[in-house]
């Protein structure tokens, strides 16, 4: 009886491994494909095989052992997400060996490379760990027999390792059998545990090695963009920027003066950068890397402000690594800077929500950098306006209603004060000569497949689209709303620049979809778990409420006029808070269905 549970778990850890293989390996990531922009035209590859099959593993398993199910489904749910990511490894570490994914830099195959012997060798330690330390019992049932699939992937993974390498295979296999038998050791394993312990409760430590990192990386990612001899295009408008900038320094009219330039912010700020070194494109990238790095730490400040430490580090290291954070650093535009002067905005509403009757004083120069974020980008005005909302129906919770909108009115002043003197002449000049209208009517819906130009353009021909919503309702409904997904999808669910960045290393590969679907599913979960809390606690969750609405805020210009790929850069460090939060959340609700290892097993 005995024999026959743990061959029955076996059996069910190697139908989960089965049907792994198969959404990874024979349908490349995913039977099932959801029709989103990121996917192409065969679509966005869902593993919703997997994850069912995870779900019948908990359930048979729980059958074949006799442990309560209860306990299985925060076990599964670790073992199915550990079992994807071998098994994608699996497949990107063999199609690189035949030259399916050639990779633009041999940085980044020795990127590749070193990801492969980690995932090797810390797979092997841990598991000769587990073994060492849990050994099943005599019964059958107990020690981490819920581990088979993972084990049986690995096997898999280590086997074609094997196969394309065998001698670093053997090489790094004995240094993770070597590791897992340190560890064993009680001097060495305290040791390492003491230096493991020191580096990560150190806070500054941490934030200090990550932006170093972040840095690292701008930096080395703006010398590659450099020595394409036509890098000033890497931005969308950079040869713009760059012109109107080196005439401000000059004193003297650019040809670009004839378009509608919102963002006066960036071209002052590039032509300081001009008046103080010289026109010199790499100090801009340079400058920008260093508030790309300042960017990460304010990300972590956020965070560690929102959801505690846990949070804000997994959120901070993958703002380090995130790619359109990076590739604005190595452009010439307006997202590099836009991003930072709106998380300083953020950190500065969340700093003030500590104590808004004592910190309400910090709001005049709080909208004097929210002018200056307006500038720098003028889809921050949407949110400023929404502010007022934050204020009056959250705000006024804590401090009441006068005091709050007495804040709100000073945040306002700040606002003014800055944007007022800068844009006024411009603005003045563009409204008198009718061209910011016309750029206006340019941007709306623009690039969006369904055509509203001819038949519902309020900009351009308000008589014509009021009489086009009239007469033909239904039609002007479903193109607009046609294009409104289509707007959402280019801004949520595209991603442009051949569709690659530092994290999944190659183009269109299986293991690029696969964590890109997991990314997706973190932040809708966390989006929906910020929203059920901030539902049932608003005054305790204004913090998160202050990400909700900017979000929305931002998204919601983008919806209607021009929205892209490069367009989502500023809401990135907000979607990967989200994320981080969700995967957090998600680790210590499985942890807490796992019985801790000096439990005995039932």
């Excluded at 107990?142 to 094997?162: E, K």
């Excluded at 930096?219 to 890098?231: E, H, K, L, Q």
């Excluded at 001009?274 to 508030?291: K, T």
């Excluded at 269905?593 to 000096?598: I, N």
């Amino acid at each position: 009886m005995k024999i026959a549970r743990t061959l029955g778990a076996l059996a069910w850890a190697a139908g989960l491994c089965a049907v792994a293989m198969a959404d990874v390996f024979v349908w490349g990531g995913g039977y099932v494909r959801a029709p989103i922009a990121l996917g192409g035209g065969e679509g966005f590859p869902v593993p919703l095989f997997l994850w069912s099959a995870a779900a019948v593993y908990a359930w048979g398993y729980a059958r074949a052992t006799g442990e309560p199910v209860a306990r299985q489904w925060g076990r599964a749910l670790g073992v199915a997400f550990g079992l994807h990511v071998v098994f994608l490894m699996t497949d990107l570490v063999a199609k690189m060996a035949e030259g399916r994914y050639p990779l633009a830099s041999v940085w980044y195959q020795r990127y590749v490379e070193a990801v492969w012997g980690a995932l090797l060798g810390g797979g092997l330690a841990a598991l000769a760990w587990v073994v060492l330390r849990h050994p099943l019992r005599s019964d059958g049932q107990g020690g981490r027999l819920w581990l088979a699939p993972l084990a049986l992937g690995y096997a898999v993974f280590w086997g074609q390792s094997l196969l394309l390498a065998p001698v670093p295979t053997l090489a790094v296999s004995v240094i993770g059998l070597g590791a897992a038998a340190a560890w064993r050791m009680d001097r060495v394993g305290r040791w390492i545990g003491r230096q493991a312990g020191a580096w990560w409760t150190s806070e500054r430590l941490f934030v200090g090695f990550i932006a170093l990192l972040a840095l690292g990386i701008r930096v080395f990612y703006a010398t590659r963009v450099m020595s394409n001899p036509d890098f000033l295009n890497t931005g969308s408008d950079g040869p713009v920027y760059d012109d109107i900038a080196w005439s401000i320094v000059q004193g003297v009219p650019s040809k670009w003066d004839y378009i509608p330039m919102l963002v006066p912010g960036y071209t002052r700020f590039l032509a300081m950068l001009y008046w103080l070194f010289g026109r010199n494109y790499f100090l801009v990238c340079a400058v920008q890397s260093v508030v790309g790095a300042a960017a990460c730490v304010l990300m972590y400040a956020i965070a560690r402000r929102l959801g505690g430490r846990a949070v804000a580090r997994l959120a901070m290291v993958f703002g380090a690594l995130d790619f359109p954070m990076v590739f604005a650093a190595a452009a010439i535009g307006h997202q590099a800077m836009d991003l930072f002067w709106t998380l300083l905005v953020v950190w500065c509403l969340l700093r003030y929500l500590e104590a808004p009757r004592r910190l309400g004083g910090w709001l005049l120069g709080v909208g004097a950098l929210l002018g200056w974020a307006i500038l720098t980008r003028e889809t921050n005005l949407p949110f400023w306006i929404i502010l007022a909302g934050w204020f009056l129906l959250g705000v006024r919770t804590v401090i009441g209603l006068r005091l709050a909108a007495g804040h709100f009115l000073a945040l306002s002043i700040g606002v003014l004060l800055v944007y007022l003197p800068v844009s006024r002449n411009q603005m003045h000049r563009q409204i008198g000569e009718g061209s910011l209208r016309g750029h206006v009517a340019w941007l709306w819906f623009k690039n969006a497949p369904t055509d509203l130009h001819e038949t519902f353009n309020p900009w351009s021909d308000p008589q014509g689209a009021f009489r086009a919503l009239r007469e033909q309702p239904v039609v002007v409904a479903g193109k607009l709303a046609a294009a409104l997904w289509s707007n959402f999808q280019s801004l949520f669910f595209s991603q442009t620049y051949g569709r690659f960045d530092p994290i999944f290393l190659v183009r269109d590969s299986v293991f690029f979809f696969g964590m890109w679907s997991y990314a997706y599913l973190l932040v809708l979960l966390g989006l929906m778990l910020v929203i059920q809390r901030g539902i049932r606690q608003p005054t305790e969750h204004l913090g998160w409420w202050l990400i909700v609405v900017l979000l929305a805020s931002r998204t919601l210009a983008h919806l209607f006029f021009e929205s892209s790929y490069r367009h989502r850069t500023p809401f990135d460090p907000y979607l990967i808070i989200l994320a981080s939060f969700a995967c957090i959340w998600v680790l210590r609700t499985a942890r807490q269905a796992v019985p801790s290892a000096s439990c005995p097993a039932t």
